[in-house]
């Protein structure tokens, strides 16, 4: 959904990155059966992706919101374009579209997609508060995660359940609900780049008076100081060799 600096966020579903939330998938009372098996993932678990040309690429999940059951994770840049998220949720009964791998049917450059129409928004168990968008799109198992689009490429969902009994009826995250994962991901990303410069700066600025203050200590307990060259190279050199640690350590904590 999009690229940063030399990074690719993709959203997907949180059952299938990272821990499986079971009592999450519980809720939507016909989609998953009380006799289905929930494998569970381990946080530590590696997760792969690929792109449509068949190129592998290690993920790290880096947020999840179990209640709409969406996940965003992270790999390395991917050489191919980012699909916008839409202004504005669809009107009752427009098209929209699914690209996912029912059953894992998949080959590079192949490229499954379903259409249906959107039927409105819908609340679950009980009405707690689980918004779920329902569309008439064909699913099965595998499809969890993939992107609804509307007629302009936009993504206005993402699959995360389909009914059992019929496999015309899905569940999607709500648009509103996309965006705020990815709203929460940009906001941490952003405050993750600050404190990095924070960090920086306190390090660099820790570096230069560790090496100011070997270099006067050196300067001043000198026998003969008329002889002695090359104080703040010296200083510098004994810094980076015997305290780095120290600096960063130090930095870390005025960060």
């Known amino acids: 959904v999009k690229h940063y600096k030399d990074l690719t966020m993709i959203l997907t579903a949180a059952h299938v990155c990272g821990v499986v939330y079971d009592q999450q998938l519980r809720m939507f009372k016909g989609f998953v059966g009380s006799d ?11 997760l792969i992706v690929s792109d449509i040309e068949g190129r592998i690429f290690d993920a790290i999940q880096i947020f999840a919101k179990k209640r709409s059951d969406t996940c965003v994770i992270i790999t390395k840049r991917i050489p191919q374009g980012a699909l916008n998220i839409a202004l504005e949720e669809l009107d009752i009964g427009e098209n929209a579209y699914n690209i996912g791998l029912p059953h894992g049917i998949w080959a590079p450059n192949f490229i499954p997609i ?14 707690r508060g689980n918004k779920t968008s329902c569309y008439s799109i064909p699913g099965a198992a595998g499809q969890s995660g993939s992107p609804i689009i509307n007629s302009f490429g936009e993504i206005t969902g993402m699959i995360h359940s389909v009914y059992r009994r019929y496999n015309h009826l899905t569940l999607s995250s709500t648009l509103n609900q996309i965006k705020y994962v990815i709203d929460q991901v940009l906001q941490y990303m952003m405050a993750y780049n600050f404190f990095g410069f924070l960090w920086t700066k ?14 006067v200590a ?3 307990f000198a026998n003969d100081r008329k002889e002695l060259k ?8 004994k810094t980076l060799r015997y305290h780095i640690g120290t600096c ?7 960060a």
């Open 114 to 127: 379903f259409d249906g129409r959107f039927l409105g928004q819908l609340y679950v168990k009980n009405g």
């Open 36 to 46: 289905d098996k929930i494998a569970r993932i381990d946080i530590s678990t590696k």
């Open 202 to 215: 306190a390090f660099f600025a820790a570096v230069g008076d560790l090496t100011i203050a070997i270099a």
């Open 230 to 237: 090359g104080a703040v190279f010296g200083g510098l050199k």
């Open 218 to 220: 050196t300067w001043y």
């Open 248 to 254: 960063a350590f130090g930095a870390l904590i005025i």
